[in-house]
């Protein structure tokens, strides 16, 4: 027999929520053992990101036109803000038209001599983090896309 539970998995106020279920007993079980408690959140976190990955992709693939970043007409990203929750720092994050988490790095370099111009050169580079950290930056993203697809 099958039950299911509402477990808060961070501190996102109370927005965040998985359905898990589980047999009978089990959450008893786990609670008893650290290892089997420590593999259930683990199983949970890498659930959770996936899904908020498989929303994410669906937003930003969905959305158009896609934004500008900061206004640029030259780069198309959002900017990816994980809120004060996470102490890691990634840089920018955006999440790109194609759906997935970047670090984008900005390169200033001079113009043609004596012009006084500049160029930029951008990279995208693929964010590397835990499924942990990614539940931080998707939701950011996530949000964000939800706030500009309103404003459509």
């Given at each position: 027999?099958?039950?299911?539970?509402?477990i808060s998995l961070l501190p996102l106020s109370g927005?965040?929520?998985?359905?898990?279920?589980?047999?009978?007993?089990?959450?008893?079980?786990?609670?008893?053992?650290?290892?089997?408690?420590?593999?259930?959140?683990?199983?949970?976190?890498?659930?959770?990101?996936?899904?908020?990955?498989?929303?994410?992709?669906?937003?930003?693939?969905?959305?158009?036109?896609?934004?500008?970043?900061?206004?640029?007409?030259?780069?198309?990203?959002?900017?990816?803000?994980?809120?004060?929750?996470?102490?890691?720092?990634?840089?920018?994050?955006?999440?790109?038209?194609?759906?997935?988490?970047?670090?984008?790095?900005?390169?200033?370099?001079?113009?043609?001599?004596?012009?006084?111009?500049?160029?930029?050169?951008?990279?995208?580079?693929?964010?590397?983090?835990?499924?942990?950290?990614?539940?931080?930056?998707?939701?950011?993203?996530?949000?964000?896309?939800?706030?500009?697809?309103?404003?459509?």
């Amino acid at each position: 027999m099958f039950r299911f539970a509402l477990i808060s998995l961070l501190p996102l106020s109370g927005l965040l929520r998985m359905i898990v279920w589980y047999r009978d007993g089990y959450m008893n079980q786990s609670s008893n053992d650290p290892w089997q408690a420590s593999a259930l959140t683990d199983a949970v976190m890498e659930r959770a990101s996936k899904e908020l990955r498989d929303i994410l992709h669906s937003l930003a693939v969905n959305l158009r036109p896609f934004p500008g970043f900061m206004g640029m007409t030259t780069i198309q990203a959002v900017e990816a803000d994980p809120g004060a929750q996470i102490a890691v720092d990634k840089g920018c994050v955006v999440v790109a038209p194609d759906g997935e988490l970047y670090q984008l790095i900005l390169r200033i370099i001079p113009g043609p001599s004596g012009m006084g111009e500049v160029d930029q050169i951008e990279e995208f580079k693929a964010l590397e983090c835990s499924p942990k950290e990614y539940i931080f930056y998707a939701f950011g993203a996530i949000q964000e896309l939800i706030r500009i697809q309103r404003q459509l």
